[in-house]
């Protein structure tokens, strides 16, 4: 445990910070089930919704820092052909 005043102030961030990481992982995750549970079912208009959906999720995420730039780009990149594949 800190004695500092400062290492105590920062230890309150990190705790903040972690569940505001955490929220936002979570619901990324939440919003790639959902992408691939439509994929699975073959509708390819709620496939699309999902993927925007998708999109934006893996744009915030990269935005704030937690996760790379490429990974989303990767992850989205990957997403767009599983969605061309059904929508073909």
Excluded: W
């Amino acid at each position: 445990m800190p004695n500092i005043k400062s290492a105590k102030k920062r230890v309150k961030v990190i705790e903040k910070k972690t569940m505001r990481n955490k929220i936002e992982k979570t619901g990324l995750k939440t919003a790639i089930k959902k992408y691939e549970a439509t994929l699975s079912n073959g509708d390819a208009a709620a496939a699309q919704d999902a993927f925007r959906m998708v999109c934006k999720k893996l744009d915030m995420a990269a935005a704030h820092g937690i996760i790379s730039k490429n990974k989303a780009a990767r992850k989205k990149s990957r997403f767009q052909f599983k969605l061309n594949k059904i929508s073909a």
